[in-house]
């Protein structure tokens, strides 16, 4: 543990360890230079972990520039009924809509059916039946014993707050009111206490029976702007990254709605990704091939990402062909610093040192 980071004194303990021949170290520049001081024959690799930090960060400063194409970009992406979750399913409002949800959970249920039953009639077995279709056996035999396919019995309805103000919401729309939220402001001076939707839902039934509504035009929902953040690790393919969600068909949908706008994040993102896909093979002999892209790439976060890595280039390409790196050590580098700032710069090294040799 040294009591700084300057270069004299990295250089003066490595004097003391002359048989050192390769370093893994950060890309700080302290380090470097004591390495050519005190060991210029040693081989040094830079790590592998900060040179994607780094690549992170020069794509997120891209993206910060880029928040009016982020926000156009998502709101070109459709969020279907079936990935709103806590927001609601769309349509709820509309009879028609919820109409059209119940046909097709009945035409799902119908195919099912007669597929059992083609099954059934070419000499399956109950069990056979199930495992083929991936459905349970006693379906199957429900199914079979049935004699016709088996209707869904409807929702017995329990009572509800609305009950004793239904004449009322007949005798309003008998006279001709078509405004739901005049009824409801109307029995809540009768001291109704529930929900305004089951009002709106009441008058709907009695205006348009046996599901007729009017086709309700609903508003187009689109995903939330995303952070820089998330669209980075959309953009590589990461499949989880801080509190997002595993990637989906709205993530895809979204980056190549950016793209579409901004030429230069396609670019970006081949870049980025190949970078990655080097650093896992270990292809150090295609890597003067991508950075030669690199410095030609029009974003100018890139390009300066490129200044940066030419000028400790034989480190760095070391990185792309060596085993080596501290990232085993980045546990304790982490574990050093939480200790360092529970003591609010208040104690000297000397107890730094014994809080981390001796913890108890």
């Known amino acids: 543990m040294f009591a700084g980071r300057d270069a004299i004194t990295v250089a003066a303990w490595m004097r003391a360890h002359p048989s050192i021949e390769i370093v893994a170290r950060d890309r700080a520049g302290a380090y470097s230079e004591a390495v050519d001081l005190a060991l210029p024959a040693a081989k040094q690799v830079s790590d592998r972990w900060h040179l994607l930090s780094n690549l992170r960060y020069n794509v997120e ?68 039946i199930a495992h083929e279709l991936s459905i349970s056996n006693v379906t199957v035999q429900k199914f079979v014993h049935a004699g016709a396919f088996p209707e869904r019995t409807p929702w017995a309805r329990g009572p509800t707050p609305l009950d004793p103000y239904r004449d009322y919401i007949e005798e309003r729309i008998a006279q001709g009111c078509r405004f739901p939220e005049l009824i409801v402001q109307e029995l809540k001076q009768r001291g109704y206490k529930g929900s305004p939707a089951c009002v709106q839902s009441c008058v709907a039934r009695h205006l348009f029976p046996q599901g007729k509504a009017p086709l309700v035009q609903v508003p187009v929902r689109t995903i939330p702007c995303p952070s820089a953040r998330c669209v980075f690790g959309w953009l590589v393919g990461w499949r989880k990254l801080a509190v997002e ?17 901004e030429p230069v994040v396609g670019e970006v993102r081949s870049l980025a990704r190949e970078f990655l896909g080097l650093m896992h093979r270990r292809s150090g002999r295609h890597f003067d091939r991508w950075f030669k892209r690199l410095s030609c790439c029009d974003a100018a976060e890139m390009r300066g990402f490129a200044q940066s890595l030419r000028a400790d280039l034989p480190a760095v390409r070391a990185a792309f062909m060596l085993p080596w790196s501290n990232g085993q050590t980045e546990g304790h580098v982490n574990r050093l610093k939480l200790l360092k700032r529970q003591m609010y710069g208040r104690a000297n090294i000397d107890l730094l040192r014994l809080r981390v040799l001796k913890p108890n």
């Open 61 to 128: 400063r891209l993206l910060y520039r880029l928040g009016p194409q982020l926000r156009q970009a998502a709101q070109q992406v459709e969020v279907g009924s079936m990935t709103l979750g806590r927001q609601g399913v769309l349509g709820h409002n509309s009879l028609r809509s919820w109409q059209r949800l119940s046909d097709r959970r009945r035409a799902t249920r119908l195919a099912l059916y007669e597929r059992v039953m083609a099954l059934r009639a070419q000499g399956g077995t109950f069990r056979g």
């Open 245 to 261: 969600e595993p990637k989906s068909a709205d993530h895809d949908q979204f980056v190549q709605a950016l793209c579409k706008i």
